[in-house]
């Protein structure tokens, strides 16, 4: 398993903009897909973005497209999420996991390692 550490999260107000860090652990990280997950107080876990090991499939969740980028950087082993415009439903505990292979899956059954989890707070 990969050992996965989040960073980033925090306290903003609705209309801003965070940047969530994922450093891996892994000296094969280029070989793991990464998704993003998050979980409100109350809810299940949710998808909320992925991308492939060759950086050329980014599936987002329809309440995060056109506001959520996904993003890898394998020369540094981490992988961002970087969130504008967030609303207050926005607020969550931020999960970072990772996968074997290439296909960015949206369930999370589908991912073996995970992080600690970094707490998001959007503000009204």
């Known amino acids: 398993q990969v050992q996965l550490v989040e960073s980033g999260g925090g306290l903003v107000q609705a209309g801003g903009s965070l940047r969530l860090s994922c450093a891996a652990s892994e000296r094969t990280f280029s070989s793991y897909t990464m998704g993003w997950f998050r979980q409100a107080p109350g809810k299940e876990r949710e998808f909320v973005a992925a991308?492939?090991?060759?950086?050329?499939?980014?599936p987002y969740a329809d309440s995060v497209k056109g506001r959520f980028t996904i993003s890898r950087d394998n020369a540094k082993n981490t992988v961002y999420l970087q969130m504008n415009s967030l609303k207050p439903e926005d607020t969550a505990v931020y999960y970072c996991?990772?996968?074997?292979?290439?296909?960015?899956?949206?369930?999370?059954?589908?991912?073996?390692?995970w992080g600690q989890g970094t707490q998001v707070t959007v503000s009204s």
């Open positions: 991308i492939s090991r060759s950086v050329s499939i980014t």
């Open positions: 996991a990772a996968r074997k292979g290439n296909i960015p899956l949206r369930d999370r059954g589908d991912y073996d390692s």
